[in-house]
Nanobody, 125 residues
Framework: QVQLVESGGGSVQTGGSLRLSCAAS????????MAWFRQAPGKEREGVAYIYNSNGYTTYDDSVRGRFTIWQDNDKKAIYLQLNYLTPEDAARYYCAADNWCPNGPWYRRSWTYWGQGAQVTVSS
């Protein structure tokens, strides 16, 4: 089992920045990949950023590429998401996800085994 706890959410103005953290505990050596998702009220959950733990490969949704950065701790027990140049469209609850098996294909569409409780990001215009 793996437990995930997000932190770092908050409220900023348009153009501001935040950093989200996701701390993993439990059977962390089993984690093969991790990701950030977000969900705004009335909208479907969407994948934001993905990292493959063993080689650090990352990929992003087009809507955040160039503004958001995902990375992991050296011990691979935590991931982070730097959010820059935020707009009201980025406001959502951000969730950390992890899995033990990470096949090729659309990471943002498949089921993930472990989820955190989420961190709220609010952006005012």
């Amino acid at each position: 089992q793996v437990q995930l706890v997000e932190s770092g959410g908050g409220s900023v103005q348009t153009g501001g920045s935040l950093r989200l953290s996701c701390a993993a505990s439990g059977n962390t050596p089993s984690i093969a990949c991790m990701a950030w998702f977000r969900q705004a009220p009335g909208k479907e959950r969407e994948g934001v950023a993905y990292i493959y733990n063993s080689n650090g490969y990352t990929t992003y949704d087009d809507s955040v590429r160039g503004r958001f950065t995902i990375w992991q701790d050296n011990d691979k027990k935590a991931i982070y998401l730097q959010l820059n140049y935020l707009t009201p469209e980025d406001a959502a609850r951000y969730y950390c996800a992890a899995d033990n098996w990470c096949p090729n294909g659309p990471w943002y569409r498949r089921s993930w085994t472990y989820w955190g409780q989420g961190a709220q990001v609010t952006v005012s215009s």
